[in-house]
């Protein structure tokens, strides 16, 4: 064993491979190796580079989750591609319209049609790379920490933004709703004994395919307009016969909306379990879509990550309708998929089913998926050429929204730029005095606790003035127990801590224990001590 008295504390300049705790002369591994070589920037702040946060050229704006909102986002990124009900949004009257500028400070969308507007404007015009639907979900009365039936959601809000919009006096707004989603069928059944067909004519802005037995969308809407026959108890009443008669019934489809929006029933009731279930079966689509006269192309798909109904994750592909290119909507992740054709293999992968399931191969525009739930086609060449202006009223607020972000960027900026700054003087500073620290044989020497060097060496903490109370004893003088809690320095260091991080007491030299004392001291040093 060798001894490191406190006399001759040049014995143990930087020796050891480890901090010996027992030893106050001992300096190596309390925290230095951290500064003593180059240091890369970042590591002098923990703050993000603001520009992070900063929308790319020509790319799309994201949506924040909040807590279970996804599936919200996912209808909102599709219906802000629907060229037609954007621009139709923005020719809505606003209370703003026509007003001077400093009356827009104070405005808080109010409707429904509102906080679209602004959001859409956002969408359409924001520096930020992803914006926050807080107004609008409030609006609508979300519970945020509740996931709701995705495919419900969709069909109250049609429902509640048409009503919304039939008191505007332009047709333009009036009918959007009507013009791009709604279309017509009729119930229609036929009198097996007479022939008498009636007629039930009904709306729709969607339709409810059955997906259970099937493989191909084609086979599930032939299943939604198949023929039903009414015989046995459940037979129809023929008010030409004036009797009950064997019948049958089918589904004619009258009119179709430019915008067709296919709601493929993932979720059902489940009678054995009395929940709902998630059918996580392969179904087939295409690109194109032959709705006889009409032609349809593939614009959005939704899908539902996960294998239960009560839980997952919400992200939407939809196609932009002026390049034909397909991105990838996730909350605030925003991904252009190479090409121009959809690329659904990672939805597909992310969760196996309890089934394992093998995924089919398809051909060339051909695509199969157990995680859609809802496929959006729209008619052929529609709303390539059409532009979409803001107005000048949401200019100005996206302007303002705008202004805001670049101030929060420069503050953050100087901050980081000033944490660098502190940084390198900290470094500079760290490596020029641990080079001196060790006090020299012969020299004044100060004891300094042990725990204010660590965080003093700790790049991640401001440093605090310097607190030695912890090792004193009852007089005021260094405490003889307290040796693996202190560290001999050089005085001439000892005198630039306290002028610049304060604090006390100061334990110089000659406040060491006396007589008895020192023998104990000297005595813990030398057994603590070590090679």
């Given at each position: 064993?060798?001894?490191?008295?406190?006399?001759?504390?040049?014995?143990?300049?930087?020796?050891?491979?480890?901090?010996?705790?027992?030893?106050?002369?001992?300096?190596?591994?309390?925290?230095?190796?951290?500064?003593?070589?180059?240091?890369?920037?970042?590591?002098?702040?923990?703050?993000?580079?603001?520009?992070?946060?900063?929308?790319?050229?020509?790319?799309?704006?994201?949506?924040t989750?909040?807590?279970?909102?996804?599936?919200?986002?996912?209808?909102?990124?599709?219906?802000?591609?629907?060229?037609?009900?954007?621009?139709?949004?923005?020719?809505c009257?606003?209370?703003?319209?026509?007003?001077?500028?400093?009356?827009?400070?104070?405005?808080?969308?109010?409707?429904?049609?509102?906080?679209?507007?602004?959001?859409?404007?956002?969408?359409?015009s924001?520096r930020?790379?992803?914006?926050?639907p807080?107004?609008?979900?409030?609006?609508?009365?979300?519970?945020?920490?509740?996931?709701?039936?995705?495919?419900?959601?969709?069909?109250?809000?049609?429902?509640?933004?048409e009503?919304t919009?039939?008191?505007?006096?332009?047709?333009?707004?009036?009918?959007?709703v009507?013009?791009?989603?709604?279309?017509?069928?009729?119930?229609v059944?036929?009198c097996n004994?007479?022939?008498r067909?009636?007629?039930?004519?009904?709306?729709?802005?969607?339709?409810?395919?059955?997906?259970?037995?099937?493989?191909?969308?084609?086979?599930?809407?032939?299943?939604?307009?198949k023929?039903?026959?009414?015989?046995?108890?459940?037979?129809?009443?023929?008010?030409?016969?004036?009797?009950?008669?064997?019948?049958?019934?089918?589904?004619?489809?009258?009119?179709?909306?430019?915008?067709?929006?296919?709601?493929?029933?993932?979720?059902?009731?489940?009678?054995?379990?009395?929940?709902?279930?998630?059918?996580?079966?392969?179904?087939?689509?295409?690109?194109?879509?032959?709705?006889?006269?009409?032609?349809?192309?593939?614009?959005?798909?939704?899908?539902?990550?996960?294998?239960?109904?009560?839980?997952?994750?919400?992200?939407?592909?939809?196609?932009?309708?002026?390049?034909?290119?397909?991105?990838?909507?996730?909350?605030?992740?925003?991904?252009?998929?190479?090409?121009?054709?959809?690329?659904?293999?990672?939805?597909?992968?992310?969760?196996?089913?309890k089934?394992?399931?093998?995924?089919?191969?398809?051909?060339?525009?051909?695509?199969?998926?157990?995680?859609?739930?809802?496929?959006?086609?729209?008619?052929?060449?529609?709303?390539?050429?059409?532009?979409t202006?803001i107005?000048?009223?949401?200019?100005?607020?996206?302007?303002?929204?705008n202004?805001?972000?670049?101030?929060?960027?420069?503050?953050?900026?100087?901050?980081?730029?000033?944490?660098?700054?502190?940084?390198?003087?900290?470094?500079?500073?760290?490596?020029?005095?641990?080079?001196?620290?060790?006090?020299?044989?012969?020299?004044?020497?100060?004891?300094?606790?042990?725990?204010?060097?660590q965080?003093?060496?700790?790049?991640?903490?401001?440093?605090?003035?310097?607190?030695?109370?912890?090792?004193?004893?009852?007089?005021?003088?260094?405490?003889?127990?307290?040796?693996?809690?202190?560290?001999?320095?050089?005085?001439?260091?000892?005198?630039?801590?306290?002028?610049?991080?304060?604090?006390?007491?100061?334990?110089?030299?000659?406040?060491?224990?006396?007589?008895?004392?020192?023998?104990?001291?000297?005595?813990?040093?030398?057994?603590?001590?070590?090679?």
């Amino acid at each position: 064993m060798r001894s490191f008295p406190l006399a001759n504390p040049d014995l143990a300049m930087f020796p050891c491979r480890r901090n010996c705790r027992g030893n106050p002369n001992c300096l190596v591994g309390i925290g230095e190796q951290a500064w003593l070589g180059e240091i890369d920037e970042d590591a002098f702040h923990n703050i993000e580079d603001p520009n992070a946060e900063r929308r790319k050229k020509n790319a799309f704006v994201g949506l924040t989750n909040l807590g279970a909102t996804c599936y919200v986002n996912t209808f909102l990124q599709m219906w802000f591609l629907n060229l037609e009900l954007r621009q139709a949004l923005y020719l809505c009257p606003n209370p703003l319209s026509g007003c001077f500028q400093a009356d827009a400070f104070y405005y808080e969308p109010q409707s429904i049609c509102e906080h679209l507007q602004y959001l859409f404007a956002l969408l359409q015009s924001s520096r930020r790379r992803y914006i926050d639907p807080s107004g609008f979900v409030k609006a609508l009365g979300l519970d945020t920490g509740q996931q709701q039936d995705a495919q419900e959601f969709s069909k109250l809000f049609m429902s509640l933004l048409e009503d919304t919009l039939s008191s505007q006096k332009n047709p333009e707004v009036r009918d959007i709703v009507q013009k791009q989603f709604c279309g017509e069928y009729a119930y229609v059944t036929v009198c097996n004994q007479c022939g008498r067909e009636s007629k039930l004519i009904s709306k729709f802005y969607e339709l409810e395919l059955n997906i259970q037995g099937h493989k191909q969308l084609s086979d599930c809407i032939t299943e939604f307009l198949k023929e039903e026959k009414l015989e046995g108890d459940n037979r129809y009443f023929c008010e030409t016969c004036q009797s009950k008669q064997n019948a049958t019934r089918r589904i004619r489809l009258l009119s179709l909306p430019c915008t067709l929006n296919l709601q493929l029933m993932r979720f059902v009731f489940d009678r054995q379990t009395g929940h709902k279930k998630k059918l996580n079966t392969y179904i087939e689509f295409s690109d194109l879509l032959d709705m006889e006269p009409f032609t349809y192309e593939l614009s959005a798909i939704l899908i539902h990550r996960g294998v239960s109904a009560y839980s997952g994750h919400y992200i939407a592909h939809v196609k932009d309708p002026q390049t034909a290119e397909w991105y990838r909507f996730n909350d605030e992740e925003i991904e252009k998929m190479e090409g121009k054709k959809l690329q659904l293999g990672a939805e597909e992968d992310l969760e196996p089913s309890k089934s394992q399931a093998r995924k089919p191969k398809g051909g060339k525009g051909v695509y199969r998926s157990r995680n859609a739930y809802m496929l959006v086609y729209r008619l052929q060449s529609r709303a390539k050429s059409l532009t979409t202006d803001i107005p000048a009223f949401l200019k100005e607020l996206v302007e303002r929204d705008n202004s805001k972000f670049e101030e929060w960027c420069a503050e953050m900026a100087e901050m980081r730029q000033q944490s660098v700054a502190r940084g390198k003087v900290k470094h500079e500073e760290v490596k020029e005095l641990y080079q001196k620290l060790p006090a020299k044989a012969g020299d004044p020497y100060d004891f300094v606790s042990l725990e204010w060097l660590q965080q003093w060496l700790d790049e991640a903490a401001a440093p605090k003035p310097v607190d030695n109370r912890p090792c004193l004893c009852p007089h005021g003088k260094l405490n003889p127990d307290k040796v693996p809690a202190i560290k001999r320095v050089s005085a001439t260091v000892a005198d630039y801590f306290y002028q610049r991080y304060g604090g006390g007491p100061r334990l110089t030299g000659h406040r060491t224990p006396s007589s008895s004392n020192h023998q104990m001291l000297q005595h813990k040093v030398l057994k603590g001590a070590k090679v």
